[in-house]
């Protein structure tokens, strides 16, 4: 999508134009004069002039088609007035106005279905409404009523798109203090139209900017997201994001605050993974990646060595960046021997470097200190924490030209000459917290693959769903899966107590009798699973029982009860599907039974997953140690688990809309070499639309 004529535009028509220049009308007439620009028409039916401009009693009156027309009228008066630019043939549209989806209220939402409507009918590009506005400073195009964008800032190769208009000026604030500067800024407004997806894929092609930073509540298209990112990723280029919503308050916050919920975060996070995205947990460190990015081409990851001037600065250095998820790796023997012998004295040299001192020498000792601790192969940057009274800049600049990984100074007392750092391509900060969160989300996301996984090509087909009833019974949730090549347990399905004890008799003891109901979905709850049945007496018993207490509840379909085999060993492990509104079909593993929602350990991925990634979602859980042979436990079969969770996600991407939810809890992970099984499978059905009959 070409924003050309919404964000560089060559002319500008102000409807509404103030002659006040602190008016919401008056603000963007003043910014686009003191820029220089040139095509800029005010529309004001009452004055002659604005702002020493001449005005023009209307739209038809402005004496050429414009690119833009900047809409500063009530929410009333906004879509008629659009209505007669579009009959004039002006291709895209800024609107202030408030009153829309954000009220929550249905006459907003009625206005701005409208304005919708009319933008998807015209083709015009309406950025807003209740926008604050954009500024290009690339071009020297401010069409904001914002007062934080002025002209004269430097422009540089970062954008910020931001769905919040105060939080569009206080993150373009932190950043510009942290020295970043900014190709253009974007706040998006409601998006009755245009929404941020299409800013960053218009951003991904934009020669004038290499990094973008985006302030999120929700986001409408997830799809579109997702390939917006894959472009900034092909390209080499940052999109760092900080998400509002994560938790309860937050998203009930963003709820009260604009048109549309907050997304579930755990969809969030496994999306912005799978894209390559940089996720800022704090508004100030979604500055500070972008100012990183200025060193990007130096900054491999975010395994750090540390110089020092103090012992205990380098201690903390070290516990902030290993608590940020960087690391500190110990330095070979040979090269800590080499330091030793600049650091005299019983000083720490295998990483952190106390350099003591020494650094006050005059000769150059600190610029080989650098050079040393750059040197292994697994070192990503170095820190260089000393207070600037201290600091030897000469030998710094010496030490960054002549490598090709990054240097950040660490200064807490604020005393270093930044400018003569940035000009030596220098990284600095003046708090330890600041840097290393920095650091370890910019060195993640330089890490990140941003791959993504093709779809496989069904290998099944899954049955023809009912289409009266909103979940399969365990029994054909389990067929329906198996075919796709999950292992399942098989079971043995009777209808009277007589069927029981022929059965159990074949498949043999321990056996466990569960009751198959496609109405319920967690049969533990109800009393309605026998464990360790030894005999044929206690599978009858059971089995009475369990009819005896399910006739007992209304609604209930009874299929029968199923007899299976009881599983001696194994971790148990949780594998299920949701359909996320924003992204699609999320994957979420974890351990398995009551502990995923009890200890909260879990992760998650957006489908298609594939073996190896299932592996490493498994992998990165807390509770993987039970997997691996905890406390002299045999090692699980994390292969074969895998291998099940990716025929899982594949049997859900085969099922089409149909398909609300599939879990399978426990699958039972058996010793190393002996496989994992599905024990039991919750599959949740969509209604089924109804037919329309076509008149005879």
């Known amino acids: 999508?070409?924003?050309?004529?919404?964000?560089?535009?060559?002319?500008?028509?102000?409807?509404?134009?103030?002659?006040?220049?602190?008016?919401?009308?008056?603000?963007?007439?003043?910014?686009?004069?003191?820029?220089?620009?040139?095509?800029?028409?005010?529309?004001?039916?009452?004055?002659?002039?604005?702002?020493?401009?001449?005005?023009?009693?209307?739209?038809?009156?402005?004496?050429?088609?414009?690119?833009l027309v900047i809409v500063a009228l009530s929410a009333e008066a906004t879509l008629p007035y659009l209505e007669r630019c579009h009959a004039l043939g002006i291709p895209a549209a800024l609107v202030f106005a408030s009153g829309y989806a954000e009220t929550n209220e249905p006459e907003g939402l009625a206005r701005q279905e409208a304005l919708t409507a009319f933008a998807r009918a015209s083709g015009m590009k309406i950025a807003g409404p209740n926008a604050m506005g954009n500024a290009n400073f690339s071009a020297g195009v401010f069409t904001t009523f914002g007062q934080s964008f002025q002209p004269g800032e430097p422009a540089g190769a970062t954008a910020l798109v931001t769905q919040s208009g105060n939080m569009c000026a206080t993150v373009f604030r932190l950043a510009r203090r942290a020295g970043v500067t900014f190709s253009q800024v974007i706040n998006t407004g409601n998006e009755a139209s245009v929404e941020l997806s299409d800013y960053?894929?218009?951003l991904a092609d934009d020669p004038a900017t290499s990094?973008?930073?985006?302030?999120?509540?929700?986001?409408r298209n997830g799809p579109k997201f997702l390939a917006a990112a894959a472009k900034f990723r092909a390209a080499g280029k940052l999109l760092a994001v900080y998400k509002v919503g994560a938790s309860e308050k937050g998203a009930e916050a963003t709820r009260s605050h604009t048109a549309a919920l907050a997304g579930d975060s755990a969809a969030y996070d496994a999306a912005f993974a799978r894209a390559g995205v940089a996720r800022a947990g704090e508004l100030s460190v979604l500055a500070d990646l972008a100012y990183l990015h200025g060193l990007g081409g130096k900054i491999g990851g975010s395994n750090c060595a540390i110089l020092s001037i103090s012992g205990a600065a380098g201690a903390i250095l070290a516990d902030a960046l290993a608590l940020n998820g960087a690391e500190v790796p110990s330095l070979p023997a040979q090269l800590q021997a080499a330091l030793s012998e600049q650091i005299p004295g019983h000083s720490m040299v295998s990483n952190p470097i106390d350099m003591t001192g020494n650094?006050?020498?005059?000769?150059?000792?600190?610029?080989?200190?650098?050079?040393?601790?750059?040197?292994?192969?697994?070192?990503?940057?170095?820190?260089?924490?000393?207070?600037?009274a201290f600091l030897a800049l000469d030998q710094v600049e010496k030490a960054a030209a002549a490598s090709n990984k990054a240097i950040v100074v660490i200064d807490t007392f604020a005393m270093a000459d930044r400018d003569r750092l940035a000009a030596a391509g220098i990284g600095y900060f003046d708090d330890f917290d600041r840097a290393a969160r920095a650091i370890a989300a910019y060195g993640a996301w330089k890490k990140a693959g941003g791959a993504t996984v093709a779809s496989p090509k069904p290998k099944a087909n899954w049955p023809v769903l009912p289409a009266d009833r909103?979940?399969?019974?365990?029994?054909?949730?389990?067929?329906?899966?198996?075919?796709f090549g999950v292992p399942v347990v098989h079971d043995a399905l009777v209808q009277t107590a007589a069927e029981a004890r022929e059965a159990a008799e074949k498949i043999g003891y321990p056996l466990v009798a569960k009751l198959v109901s496609p109405d319920i979905a967690h049969k533990t709850e109800h009393?309605?699973?026998?464990?360790?049945?030894?005999?044929?007496?206690?599978?009858?018993?059971?089995?009475r029982q369990m009819m005896t207490k399910a006739l007992s509840m209304s609604g209930v379909r009874i299929e029968g009860v199923t007899l299976e085999p009881m599983l001696q060993g194994g971790v148990e492990i949780l594998a299920g599907v949701t359909r996320d509104p924003v992204f699609g079909w999320m994957l979420t593993v974890g351990l398995g039974g009551v502990w995923t929602e009890l200890m909260q350990d879990a992760t998650h991925a957006l489908l298609p997953v594939d073996a190896a990634q299932a592996e490493a979602m498994l992998r990165s859980l807390k509770g993987f140690k039970l997997l691996d042979g905890y406390r002299g436990a045999p090692r699980a079969d994390v292969a074969a688990a895998a291998k099940a969770i990716a025929a899982l996600g594949e049997a859900v991407l085969a099922g089409g809309e149909r398909l609300r939810e599939v879990e399978i809890n426990p699958l039972l992970v058996l010793p190393e070499g002996k496989g994992a099984v599905a024990v039991d499978a919750l599959v949740l059905l969509n209604e089924a639309e109804a037919k329309v009959e076509e008149p005879a």
């Open 1 to 67: 999508m070409s924003l050309d004529a919404l964000l560089s535009p060559k002319s500008i028509a102000v409807v509404g134009a103030s002659d006040n220049p602190k008016r919401i009308g008056g603000v963007p007439v003043d910014l686009l004069k003191r820029a220089g620009f040139a095509r800029l028409y005010p529309v004001n039916p009452k004055n002659a002039t604005v702002q020493g401009l001449t005005a023009y009693a209307d739209i038809e009156s402005v004496p050429e088609v414009v690119d």
């Open 200 to 202: 960053l894929e218009h």
């Open 211 to 219: 990094s973008a930073l985006c302030y999120i509540e929700e986001l």
């Open 359 to 388: 650094i006050v020498n005059s000769n150059d000792f600190l610029s080989e200190c650098i050079r040393l601790a750059l040197s292994p192969d697994d070192i990503d940057l170095l820190l260089l924490y000393t207070p600037g």
């Open 470 to 483: 909103n979940a399969l019974s365990e029994t054909e949730g389990k067929d329906a899966l198996a075919a």
């Open 527 to 543: 009393g309605l699973i026998r464990l360790g049945l030894e005999d044929a007496d206690a599978v009858a018993l059971a089995f």
